[in-house]
């Protein structure tokens, strides 16, 4: 739990932009993974060794917090590397380690990192949280209990003062916004059977998101679904409960979207901060609630639910393959240059035309992600209202632009499952 008595808001980071966006919006914590040993081990863009200082850097900067994922299964042949990655982490000061694996768990603790218990053990009661209060401060719980359940857990750590290393109660943390899985907390077979590549190494092919149609084997009768996506539940989200959700007495709300742009981190972060502290000040309200689920309909999603929290009936599964988000994304072009005495950054145009009027995107490794409108611009050192590819623009901005920084136009999109950005974002279900 952060400092004022709030719950902890935990971002999401799969690179620096991602990370950026996350500590520009207001995030207690941030966790991530390196190289191959975590739940998003297949994507492309996973830290390395060499970027925990800088990881760390930035995020004591900002008095946030920084978690990192070590949360697959382990091999004989992992041991070694574990032992690098604990020993990198411990010298880096990353703040604690999310575990699921004994050798994982064991080692940490010999080094002294703090340990936090990933949602891959599957703890849905309050004696395997006190079980693992000897190695671990904080326990990621099941995503398939209820909040009755979980305030339950809760109160009986109070009431049996369940204490874990560092001396303090043991904290709950669920999950509170992004993908889910039909599996139980993300242990799935489908992908390591069809492909031969596990999602409990983080290497998922997403066979869920996919259409099938089922045929009866003995008869040849086709069975008709309601959905097409019959095993592709929609996003969660618990924007329009969370003040029920506070009450449970959670500490940790954790954002899914390891894997997401960081325009997606930045506007969910977002807000959950303000929800969160309009929980605190007793300012939440349906108008609020109405406006930040406006808000995260504009990034990546395939509809949301509210998960298992609420007791519902199971089986809210998404309409569409893709994405159901009333915004996109086009790339336009990148950065050239920012005059800081003037503030205005210089971007050629590589891609589609841009006007005066336009809503864009700025993102890169330290910019993180900033939207603003286009109100003013020169093309080619001459006042314009639209800059054509192949043209050098400026434009007058609130904040600092790199060069090779990435420049989109926000437009909007009907939410017919499309893709962003011309291929899905990859998705990680545990951590």
Known sequence: ????????????AGNFESLQ???DNGADSVYFGIDQLNMRARASINFTLEDLPEITRRCEEKGVRSYLTLNTIIYDHDLSLIKVLLDKAKEANITAVIAMDQSVI??????????HISTQINVTNIETVKFYAMFADTMVLSRELSLKQIKKIAEQIEKEDVRGPSGNLVEIEIFGHGAL???VSGKCYLSLHSHNSSANRGACKQNCRKKYTVIDQETGFEIELDNE??????DLCTMEFLDEVVDAGIKVLKIEGRGRAPEYVATVI????????????????KEKVDYWMGLLQTVYNRGFWSGYYLGQKLGEWSAVSGSMATQKKVYIGKGRHFFPKTSIGQFVIEAYDLKVGDLILVTGPTTGAKEMVVESMMVEDVVGDIAKK?????????FR????????????EEPQGQVQGGKEEEEVYAH
């Open 1 to 12: 739990m952060t400092k004022n008595g709030r719950i902890e808001l935990m971002a999401p």
């Open 21 to 23: 966006a996350a500590l």
């Open 106 to 115: 064991s080692y940490a603790r010999q080094v002294g990192v703090e340990i």
């Open 181 to 183: 899985c039909m599996a």
């Open 229 to 234: 996506y019959m095993m592709s539940p929609k």
């Open 270 to 285: 977002r807000c959950y901060r303000e929800a969160i502290d309009a929980v605190a000040e007793g300012t939440y309200s």
């Open 390 to 398: 192949g043209e050098s623009i400026t434009i007058p901005m609130p």
């Open 401 to 412: 632009i790199r060069a090779s920084d990435k420049l989109y136009k926000l437009v909007k």
